[in-house]
């Protein structure tokens, strides 16, 4: 069955989605998919690990496969490092969007007010 809060496997929404972050970043889908560390391309992966976690609610796995990663681990890293420069530039969109299970566990609601509080306060 599955976890109902995550869709299961990207598909043609999220390569558009990938496309449009490309052409922002002055790459191709083959370079984000591709294992280069060059800054502009890593840079580029990363916002679209975020934007199909956070935007698509695609698993941290099927983004992984989906951009030619092995599993799960490249995905959370590329989710947290988007996350912190987007913090930085002083993104305030971003800065109080929830993060990883916290957005999908509403129960966890006062937890999830306190803790970004208290990122907030780290980042400032």
């Known amino acids: 069955m599955g976890n109902p809060y995550y869709k ?7 390569l558009a989605l990938v496309e449009e972050i490309a052409e922002k970043h002055g790459t191709s889908i083959a370079e984000i998919r591709g294992g280069s560390r060059v800054r502009n391309i890593a840079h580029a992966r990363q916002e679209a690990m975020y934007t ?17 990663r092995s599993d799960h681990r490249a ?3 590329g989710v947290m490092a988007h996350r912190a420069r987007a913090i ?7 800065a109080a969007a929830p993060v990883g299970w916290f957005n999908v566990k509403p129960v966890a609601r006062d937890l999830q007010e306190e803790l970004l509080a208290q990122w907030r306060e780290m980042a400032a």
Not at 88 to 94: D, F, Q, S, V, Y
């Open 8 to 14: 299961a496997a990207p598909g043609a929404a999220a």
């Open 52 to 68: 199909l976690a956070m935007t698509q609610k695609y698993s941290y796995m099927a983004i992984g496969l989906f951009l030619g």
């Open 75 to 77: 995905t959370t890293y």
């Open 88 to 94: 930085r530039a002083g993104n305030p969109a971003i």
